[in-house]
């Protein structure tokens, strides 16, 4: 199985900042671009990761006892879904003129066409969605994931990045799969795209989850080292140079180096090295930020060794300890942490600012632990002094994959974010209406580009452009036409699915 060979730490795992909301006009104040988002970003991740220390130990064992149910670890992500989504409206919409006014047409008249609209369990985007690289895997999770559990009509803009936050009442609704510098930020946030072989798929999800459940070791047999292997952005015209640029895109280099730093001091709690995926020695960029973040090269002199042997994913499933660092471009969410939660070892943050859909429900000595520079090494060896807690916090972690990111939750997660937004939109009032949404989208929408979300393989294989005439079409005068199939869809997804889940992908489908 390729998917196995690959180290999660080394499939890029940065999420570039998109430049996209630099000149989006419908962005707020509330963004890394401005004074609130870089100081934001400075007490959050620079200072708030300089001052972490392990003052908490002797609660630890305590603490850890508060083992969470599965519906508390769901409400929290319900909760936070309803709050940020009555950010952009108070009031539920209740007229159908109401919502044709503030929402459908809005989304649909999107001007870099991010919009995904579902319709009869069908999922249609417009063909430039593809072209944006984290939207293909978003529309093929969500084209699963309606197979598998049948979603309500809706349509929503995606951004992978996440837009302002004050007045968020102003903008047109977007679902984002991270928010830089917290919840404050516009969006409603959805699974990101990495699941699945970097596909968003479901089915190739379980199938990884399962190979590589077969092959983990007993707790107590892994080595009691905090454990990880990642790379550095490169800076060569050095242009973190401003606070602006510290605060988009060096935060992540800044967390590394101090991992990396961590490992130095500590060796024998701290295995955290730097690989740069092509088997080169790593280097210490030069360093940035200067006069802005003081500590930023963690005092490291040019020559120090921070490079270290590539390990495979034997090596995650091995350690007591598993690190998880932002990104390494814009100190964002990284793609490493899908896969560390279901190792069943204790997942150790690096402090960070960026939220995702599902860390409304974690909590620092209970799901995990948050660590920096000066603390990581402390709570190492307090586990090591104590492997029950340690184990625990290790099941509590692949509790969190178990209730929130399997791929069922995954999937469960979608839809209601979909009946969600479809309910307090109101949007079931038009889009339930065929005719009524086809004649929208050929008034406000571009029907000369839209596709069908069906398979997808790479981005060499893109979906056809759906002909003018075709039944299924969402801009079919009277509206496309009902999805017959759709139960024979659902139980095939449904075979698909339980088969990876038990035995991996069907061979003959590679
Ligand atoms: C971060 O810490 C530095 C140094 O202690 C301080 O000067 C600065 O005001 C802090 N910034 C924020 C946003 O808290
Ligand atoms: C997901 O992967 C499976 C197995 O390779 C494939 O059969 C299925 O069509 C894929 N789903 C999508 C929406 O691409």
Known sequence: MLLLRWPWALLPTITMASNAWHTDEDCGCHNLNSAWGIRTMFERGYNASLAHRASDLKQLKDKSKQTKSEKKLRQALTYELWRSLRAYRSQQISTREAVRKSNVVKILKDPNR??????NNRVYVHREF??????????????????????????????SETTGGSGCEQRTLKLAINKEVGYEQCGVLVPNSYFGGGHGNLT??????????????????RKGKAMYRGSLHPDPDNVFSSERMCSEVAYGNYARISAFAASLDHPDEVDAKC??????????????????????N????????????????????????????????????????NHLWRTGSVVMQWVHPFVEWYHPALEH???????????????????????????????????????LLCPRCLAAFLKETFEAVSKHLGQSLVLDDGKRIAELLREHADCSTMAEVDEYRDHHHLPAL???DDPIHPCRKGGPVSNKNWKRDHQAMEARLAYAEKYGLEKNKG
């Open 298 to 337: 963690s005092g490291l002199k040019k020559k120090a060794r921070i490079d270290g042997e590539y390990l495979d994913d034997k090596e995650y499933r091995n350690h007591k300890y598993l690190l998880n660092l932002p990104g390494a471009a814009s100190g964002s969410y990284s793609k490493n942490l």
């Open 365 to 403: 000595g209970v799901t995990h632990l948050d660590v920096a520079r000066y603390s990581v090494a402390d709570y190492v060896r307090a586990l090591e002094r104590d492997p029950e807690t340690a184990e625990r916090l290790g099941s509590e972690a692949r509790r969190i994959h178990d209730t």
């Open 275 to 296: 690989v740069d995926g092509k088997h080169h020695a790593c280097k210490l960029p030069p360093p940035s930020c200067v006069g802005i973040v003081s500590d930023f």
């Open 466 to 468: 759906l002909r003018e």
């Open 114 to 119: 991010n919009i995904l609209l579902v319709l």
């Open 204 to 221: 190739m999800w379980a199938s990884e989850v399962k190979g590589q459940d077969s092959k983990l070791e007993p707790f107590s047999k």
């Open 130 to 159: 593809y072209e944006r690289s984290k939207h293909p895997g978003h529309a093929v999770m969500v084209r699963e994931a309606c197979q598998l559990l049948g979603c309500p009509n809706v349509i929503y803009d995606f951004a």
